[in-house]
């Protein structure tokens, strides 16, 4: 519900409006002039401006529009004109200068109703823009990691928490979920910022120069090694060593990365003194590193000096609801670098939010860049989505090529699809209706439909009802 400021100089429309807005569940304020409002506007906080055009005085309504909808100082509010001498011009005049919408008397309470509760959703959605941009701004620089989730938000949560702390931290998760923007967002956050973030790939360097490239070497220590060498310890001294894949660590490794870790100080290899370090190691594995201790793949010692804090990023499967911001995201960023504006049919959108994503932010990235390449139009469609990758793709039945002398049922076969589709959504989320609809492409009121038709309506009675069904 909203608050909402009626503009009219008439007294008894200002009080219809109040009346069948308070009964609507708004609260409202009503004032008699251009004027007026802007003075109630300077102190309180409104949702919703409802103000007549036509009124006496130095401003009318499109005047208190234009001081509303300011470019120097904006208000925080959408305006809905209402008259009863409307014209294309002026309704296209209102428009242009920001007007949410346009209203003839004499209108229906309905009308004014639907116009303003559209005007609210709008505003919603603006403010909860504005704060995940503002919480991305704010907690976390880097924009791919982006999400709306109750998971997400707890990710974030604990990067506020431990960012500017030494504590050493451990990232778990499957491949793709965003472990190493997790670590730099830990150092970029925290007061180590200023200093080097230094990533390595555990298990991208071979065992032997493994030792050589954490903790350096000393000329003629081997063959190849030429001169003397830093190792990434000490070019991270002061900043963050990223150890990324741990788990693909060898056991005589993990021993040599312990005694730094507690020591803090490293030894180069064919060296004889040891360098202090300061450093703080973040490490990541997409492993289950506790099965690995239990087998004796990895040192339990080892494993409890890096996982002093535990970071758990789930698999997108997990957090649906992130898809959206993390497409749009992705669409912006493939879209600067393409030199175009795409956008993602409803179709489309909901496909990639019922689709498993088994690599994760990393996959969903590479669908959006893909289709945004070979897009032909600014439109992202069903098309446009690669073979495979969406999973979830229905087959529309071909006919048989012989068209049967005795004709179809249509309506039945057609039943029979619709029928079959339903129920495997169902089945699918468990019965829960709300989000059967999501899989289904549809809204939950065109679902409640289609369950009374095809006669399936107390299929799913034993599913939890969620709040938002009735």
Known sequence: MGHILIVDD????????????????????????????LRELGTTAFDVVVTDLKMPGGLDGLGLLEAIKSPTK???????????????????????RGAYDYLTKPFHVDEINAVIGRALEKRALVQENVALKDQVAGRVRLAQLLGKS????????LIGKIHSTKTNVL????????????ARALHTEGNRASKPFVAVNCGAIPEELM???????????????????KGLFQEADGGTLFLDEIGELSL?????????????????????????????????????LEAEVARNAFRADLFYRLNVVEVRLP????????????AEHFLRKFGEEHGRTSKLTMEALRRLESYDFPGNVRELENVIERAVALSSSALIGMSDLPEGKDGKRVSTPEPPANFPSEGVDLE?????????????????????????????????????????KLGIDAAPTEAPIEPDDE
């Open 74 to 96: 904006p208000l925080d509010c959408e305006v809905i004109l209402v008259t009863a001498f409307a014209t294309a011009d002026t309704a296209i005049a209102a428009m242009k």
């Open 211 to 229: 030792e050589s490239e954490l903790f350096g070497h000393k000329k003629g220590s081997f063959t190849g090694a030429i001169a003397d060498k």
């Open 252 to 288: 005589g490794l993990q021993v040599k990365l312990l005694r730094a870790l507690q020591e803090r100080k490293v030894k180069a290899v064919g060296g004889n003194d040891e360098a202090a370090i300061d450093v703080r190691v973040i490490a990541a594995t997409n492993r289950d």
């Open 412 to 452: 039945r076969l057609l039943g029979d699809f619709e029928r079959s589709w339903v129920l495997r959504a169902l089945e699918h989320t468990g019965g829960v209706r709300k989000k059967a609809a999501v899989l289904l492409g549809i809204s939950f009121r065109s679902l409640r439909y289609r369950l009374v």
């Open 10 to 37: 008439e007294q008894s429309m200002r009080e219809f409006l109040s009346i069948c807005l308070r009964r609507a569940g708004h609260t409202t304020n009503t004032v008699d002039s251009a004027e007026a409002a």
């Open 315 to 326: 698999p997108l499967r997990q957090r649906r609801e992130d898809i959206p911001l993390l």
């Open 150 to 157: 109750k998971a997400m938000q707890g990710v974030f949560e």
């Open 171 to 182: 990232i778990t998760g499957e491949s793709g979920t965003g472990k190493e923007l997790v």
